[in-house]
Every structure is written in C-alpha cells, then in structure tokens.
C-alpha cells in the first residue's frame, strides 16, 4: 500500500487549496481514511475521516465549516478541500489509512499506512 498526497503550495490566508491522496493498491474502498497534520515544532494532530463509502465524515473543531474530506473510491483517491485558510493552519499534511477501520477516527493510533506529507503554507 502506498499513499501519495499533493497539492500543497503558498496561499494567502482567507484563499483555498485542494489536496489529493492517491492510493496505490488493492480494495481502497475497505479503508477508512484520515487527514492529519503537523505544524512547526508542534505534535501531529487530527484534520478529517471519512468513512468507507463516505456516509460519516468527522471533521476537527479548528476545521469544521472551512475543510471538506471526500473521496473518490473509482478513482482510489481521498480529497481535502481547504478553503478560508488562515496562517495557523500552515503544516505538514498528511493522508492516512485505517485497514481495519468501521467507523471514522481521529485517533492516529488506528491509521496502518501513511502518505509522504505534503506542505502547507498560509501567508498572512
């Protein structure tokens, strides 16, 4: 299993930016899926998941009404729309997959594989 994000780049704060999650293998339709993130000198923290068939999405505090998770189970590839971003949701984003997963989680304890990160970065 292989997971592959892009979409990172340089925003003004208040912008949007799309990121992708590719996944390379078998039945991704049975994982349930995470974004997580990491800023600066700060732990790695929840962003999103999405349930398998994308019916239950949970979303952090810190994004919720400005983020969207969905995904593309024909295409093998999760999305995570950012729109009104503000300088403080300047990170290290990461995709995740849980392979055992039922329900979505923010618990990076149940994630099995992860993707390389992708960054970034709101100018205020």
């Known amino acids: 299993v292989q997971l592959q994000a892009s979409g990172g780049g340089l925003v003004q704060a208040g912008g949007s930016l799309g990121l992708s999650c590719a996944y390379s293998?078998?039945?991704?339709?049975?994982?349930?899926m995470g974004w997580f993130r990491q800023a600066p000198e700060k732990e790695r923290e929840f962003v999103a998941t999405?349930?398998?068939?994308?019916?239950?999405?949970d979303y952090a505090d810190s994004v919720k009404g400005r983020f969207t998770i969905t995904r593309d189970n024909a295409k093998n590839t999760v999305y995570l729309q950012m729109n009104s971003l503000k300088p403080e949701d300047t990170a290290v984003y990461y995709c995740?997959?849980?392979?055992?997963?039922?329900?979505?989680?923010?618990?990076?304890?149940?994630?099995?594989?992860w993707g390389q990160g992708t960054l970034v970065t709101v100018s205020s």
């Open positions: 293998g078998r039945t991704f339709s049975s994982y349930v």
């Open positions: 995740a997959a849980d392979r055992y997963g039922v329900t979505p989680t923010a618990d990076e304890n149940d994630y099995d594989y």
């Open positions: 999405i349930s398998r068939n994308g019916g239950a999405i």
